[in-house]
């Protein structure tokens, strides 16, 4: 590997650095109570909720269980739990 | 030429330049210069964006951000508000993105005070950014042209900072010449860097870097900087042929063939102090004068080749590394430490919120100087010139 100038790489590097293992809390979203309106996923700060045919999954490669999500959740549908190691 | 206000001259300079983004935040004495750029790109004089910003740190967030995309830009702060752009400066070189920065030279708070003195620019010494010091507007005007040819540089590629005098150079009016915009298209080709923002090939500027590697990419600012040296010299001989005008170096010897005592300077004392070298001469004194014209990267080998026959320097630092001492002083000691022949250096703090240096100080300078002379070299304290004991409780 040769360094660039001004640490100049290609976009989309951060797919590199898998950011899960900084959790302490968990987010755990019970899929029964989501009404799939989208507010978590808008609201994720890192991406980190992908929806695909109207169902919601979190990504635990990148979250980084800062709790927006369950903050913001209408419903409730997401807890946050102590992530085990 | 035309009788001109030095912030005119110096946005006359940018204008010319063709900066395609100005961004500035208002502060005395720098003021004037961002308020002719506004009213050229009002008036559809000059084709930039202008981007009004809430804060310093945004001023210097958006041309380092227009950098990025490949837009010439340019801005310009003093005091407060350099320091309050010293993180992204520090950020900015290192991201090699290349602007350019008039820093108009004001004290620090506190006390508050709108006189200059050097202490703000200085304290962006260490950032990787270039520092330029002119002595008058016309020499302001003519760096301004060539700050952008040495920024854009591909060996070099970092912000250059052009240091001038707060109300001195900024708001007195002086004679300058105006180069024609065909002579200066010609000696500055658009700016072509080597990575830009693009939606069509995304990419990021200083991307997270481990212990493994992040030192060489301070190596290789600190290289770029050492190397870039010689392209200063030759940007600046460029310089000269382009205007007529003496650019040659980094540093300015005046008088200092034969001189037995020889005062450094920055920055527009240098005029007093030439003048002082001519008053001294004729009544006998052997002495003269270095005006450091480039002072970060720091060029040691041309003040050597200027002071090397000397016996006694004065450094006349406007600022003070609490604590410890003058910064150029500083830089010259270590710079001459274990070299042979190396002369006795004082270091003199002058001139902090505007405190006048004139003749009469450098006269008095020059007889702290003998009385310096019988003790060893390196003295461990500064001398402070004109202190006044009286003040204190």
Redesign the interface.
């Known amino acids: 590997m040769k360094?660039?100038?001004?640490?100049?790489?290609?976009?989309?590097?951060s797919l590199e650095?898998k950011t899960g293992d900084w959790r302490d809390q968990k987010p755990v979203l019970n899929q029964s109570w989501c009404k799939a309106c989208g507010v978590c996923e808008e609201d994720c700060p890192d991406g980190a909720i992908h929806v695909e045919d109207g169902a919601f999954s979190i990504d635990y490669d990148f979250c980084k269980g800062c709790g927006i999500c369950a903050r913001e959740c209408p419903t409730e549908a997401i807890q946050m739990i102590p992530e085990e190691k | 030429m035309s009788v001109v206000e030095g912030s005119e001259a110096v946005a006359m300079a940018i204008k010319a330049c063709r900066p395609q983004v100005v961004s500035a935040y208002p502060i005395s004495p720098q003021t004037h210069i961002v308020e002719n750029l506004a009213k050229m790109v009002a008036d559809g004089e000059l084709d930039a964006q202008y981007v009004r910003v809430e804060s310093e740190f945004s001023a210097a967030s958006v041309v380092s951000g227009a950098s990025a995309t490949g837009s010439r830009a340019y801005t310009a702060s003093s005091s407060q508000g350099l320091l309050l752009m010293t993180e992204v400066i520090y950020a900015s070189a290192g991201m090699r993105l290349p602007f350019v920065i008039t820093g108009v030279n004001r004290t620090i708070s506190a006390p508050i005070s709108i006189q200059v003195d050097h202490q703000d620019t200085m304290s962006l010494r260490d950032s990787g950014i270039i520092q330029l010091y002119v002595e008058s507007v016309q020499e302001a005007y003519d760096t301004h042209i060539a700050a952008f040819k040495i920024a854009e540089d591909p060996k070099i590629s970092l912000p250059v900072m052009v240091c001038m005098d707060g109300w001195i150079l900024t708001h007195s009016y002086e004679s300058v010449a105006y180069m024609g915009q065909e002579e200066i298209d010609r000696f500055l080709s658009p700016f072509e860097p080597e990575h830009f923002l693009d939606i069509k090939n995304p990419k990021s500027w200083g991307s997270y870097a481990d212990d493994n590697v992040l030192m060489e990419f301070k190596y290789a600012v600190h290289q770029a900087m050492q190397d870039g040296k010689q392209r200063i010299r030759e940007i600046f001989k460029e310089l000269s042929l382009l205007t007529g005008r003496d650019y040659r170096g980094l540093v300015e010897a005046y008088r200092t063939e034969d001189a037995d005592t020889i005062v450094i300077a920055l920055g527009s004392v240098s005029g007093t102090v030439k003048e002082s070298v001519d008053d001294l001469r004729s009544e006998g004194h052997q002495i003269g004068m270095v005006k450091i014209r480039c002072y970060r990267p720091f060029p040691f080998e041309d003040i050597w080749e200027a002071i090397k026959g000397a016996r006694r320097i004065a450094v006349l630092d406007a600022n003070i590394s609490m604590g410890s001492e003058g910064a150029v002083g500083m830089d010259l000691k270590a710079k001459l430490y274990g070299l042979k022949n190396a002369p006795l250096l004082v270091d003199f703090i002058a001139g902090l919120g505007g405190r006048e240096i004139n003749k009469r100080a450098l006269r008095n300078i020059l007889q702290q100087l003998d009385t310096v002379g019988k003790k060893p070299p390196f003295l461990k304290e500064p001398n402070w010139v004109g202190l006044n004991p009286t003040l204190f409780p």
């Not at chain 1, 360094?3 to 590097?13: D, F």
Request: glycine share 24%; charged share 10%; aromatic share 8%.
């Open positions: 360094i660039t100038k001004g640490a100049v790489v290609t976009g989309g590097t650095y």
